[in-house]
Structures are given as C-alpha cells and as structure tokens.
C-alpha cells in the first residue's frame, strides 16, 4: 500500500503542476496578464451572482484586502461592476459585467473542449470510474 500511496503522491503532483499552468492558460484566454486568481474569481462571480467582496474573500479564504485588490483590477479591466446591496446600503455586490460573462463562458468553453479531446479516446468506463474517484477523493480532502 505505501508504494502505491507515493505513486500517487507523485502523480497527484504532476496534477497540480498541469492544472496551474492551465489556470494561467485560461487567465490570459480571459484577458493578457491577468492571473490565476483573478479568473478564479471571475468564475466564481460567474457561477454564483452577485457577491460582496468579504463573501468571495471568506470563499477563497483570502483577506479582503486581498481580494479587494483582485477585485479592483477586475473593475479595471471591465470584468466587473460593483453596485449597491439592496439589503445593506452600506455595503456593495460585484458581477460580471456582460464582457466578464463573454470572456469566462468563453474559456470554460476552451477548457471543456481540451479536455473532451484528451479524454475522447477513453472507454466510457474509465471515465465513468475517474470521475467517481476523484469524487471520492475530492471528499477526502475536503
């Protein structure tokens, strides 16, 4: 069991290292220069809706000045918009604006598609099995 553990240490590794670069991949599919984090949160905007910023600071588990930076830069960019809480005039929610949703759908759209043609040649079987351990896994380490 312990070589197969370290087996998997080591692929797990190659993992990480591939889905970081693909993270850079998708940032700059999204806009040049821009950075792995600024995208994960353009699609977490994406899945979610409008959010304040302390609520997707507290989700990457990042300081909100942190992510107030990020956010900053996004606005910038013309990714996103703030407007005004309607439950909370103190406070403000962040969206995509319509380019953010293009430029997102966009590179998710990319990203499926990779891996549709890496994965398009394994039996059925196998993916069906991949998915439910990395499922499994993925609950592991939750």
Same mark, same amino acid.
């Not at 809706?49 to 942190?66: N, V, Y």
């Given at each position: $069991?312990?070589?197969?553990?370290?087996?998997?240490?080591?692929?797990?590794?190659? /993992?990480?290292?591939?889905?970081?670069?693909?993270?850079?991949?998708? !940032?700059?599919?999204?806009?040049?220069?821009?950075?792995?984090?600024?995208? !994960?949160?353009?699609?977490?905007?994406?899945?979610?809706? *409008? +959010?304040?910023? +302390?609520?997707?600071?507290?989700?990457?588990?990042?300081?909100?000045? &942190?992510?107030?930076?990020?956010? @900053?830069?996004?606005? @910038? /960019?013309? /990714?996103? @918009?703030?407007?005004?809480?309607?439950?909370?005039?103190?406070?403000?929610?962040?969206?995509?604006? *319509? #380019?953010?949703?293009?430029?997102?759908?966009?590179? =998710?759209? =990319? =990203?499926? #598609? $990779?891996?549709?043609? =890496?994965? +398009? &040649?394994?039996?059925?079987?196998?993916? +069906?099995? /991949?998915?439910?351990?990395?499922?499994?896994?993925? &609950?592991?380490?939750?």
């Amino acid at each position: $069991m312990g070589k197969a553990i370290e087996e998997i240490e080591q692929e797990l590794g190659v /993992l990480f290292r591939r889905g970081r670069a693909l993270s850079h991949e998708l !940032a700059e599919s999204v806009h040049p220069g821009l950075e792995p984090g600024h995208y !994960a949160f353009l699609v977490r905007l994406e899945e979610t809706g *409008p +959010s304040r910023p +302390s609520e997707l600071a507290a989700f990457f588990h990042i300081g909100k000045a &942190t992510a107030g930076r990020q956010l @900053t830069c996004l606005e @910038t /960019l013309g /990714l996103v @918009t703030r407007r005004p809480d309607p439950e909370d005039g103190r406070a403000h929610l962040l969206e995509l604006t *319509p #380019e953010g949703v293009a430029r997102v759908v966009a590179a =998710r759209a =990319r =990203r499926r #598609e $990779m891996f549709h043609d =890496r994965l +398009s &040649t394994w039996p059925e079987g196998d993916l +069906s099995a /991949l998915a439910q351990l990395l499922a499994r896994f993925n &609950t592991e380490f939750s």
